[in-house]
């Protein structure tokens, strides 16, 4: 079972490049969502969706979209990267949020922007 | 807006020994979830344990222990006969929920050092 999968590992952009972070979970998730984890702060989220073909903003959604064409697969694309989006970025899924269920976290990308 | 507060941004502790983590948040809900997470070098975040705020009785899971004071709005951690393994970054999270929307909301993290 691998659970939430994430790539790539690693990425350098150059400021103006776009670029798509993949993410896929073989557990039939309800639930994936994008965060951010930047030094001295918390994870903070970018987007979420809780299905197929349903999306929406979390607490810092500028400069990323993401969609959601299937159950498994959830993409967070940078439209146009920036030095303030280099970050750690994790993708994290759970069958449901009503419940407090646990995330599931792939591994994270660590992205830096030049 | 809810808030998560984790005022130890590091601490260390002799191997063996017991170490609290402290977390606090404010809300005015009345029925939510907090989470411990734990995140080691390997970047991996791993649930530690889980407290459901309508539930008096605190949750433990092995070691691992809270401290969970409702009308405090506290939710300490205790990692007892502590393990070089358990050196990592612990976060404190709260879920919020809006409408038909559930997230969390993260503390900044406490660095644990265990030292052998």
């Known amino acids: 079972n691998a659970g939430v999968t994430q790539t790539p590992k690693f990425q350098v952009l150059k400021t103006g490049q776009s670029m798509t972070l993949q993410c896929a979970q073989d557990m039939n998730h309800e639930y994936m969502s994008w965060y951010r984890q930047d030094p001295g702060m918390g994870l903070r989220l970018i987007h979420y969706?809780?299905?197929?073909?349903?999306?929406d903003q979390g607490e810092v959604p500028n400069g990323y979209n993401v969609s959601r064409s299937t159950t498994e697969d959830f993409p967070l694309r940078l439209l146009s990267a920036a030095p303030a989006q280099t970050s750690v970025y994790f993708c994290?899924?759970?069958?449901?949020?009503?419940?407090?269920?646990?995330?599931?976290f792939g591994s994270g990308t660590q992205l830096s922007v030049l | 807006a809810q808030t998560v507060t984790q005022s130890q941004p590091e601490m260390s502790v002799q191997e063996a020994e017991t170490v609290t983590l402290s977390c606090t948040y404010d809300t005015s809900e009345s029925n939510y979830y907090l989470f411990w997470y734990k995140q080691p070098p390997s970047r991996q975040m791993i649930l530690v344990i889980r407290?459901?705020?309508?539930k008096q009785q605190n949750a433990t899971e092995n070691r691992f222990s809270v401290n969970f004071q409702k009308a405090a709005k506290s939710f300490s951690l205790k990692i007892s006969d502590s393990q070089l393994g358990d050196t990592a970054m612990y976060f404190c999270a709260f879920m919020k929920h809006e409408g038909s929307n559930y997230q969390l909301i993260w503390g900044a993290g406490t660095k644990l050092i265990i030292k052998p």
């Open positions: 994290a899924s759970s069958y449901s949020t009503g419940s407090g269920e646990k995330l599931f």
């Open positions: 407290q459901e705020a309508y």
């Open positions: 969706s809780v299905g197929a073909g349903i999306t």
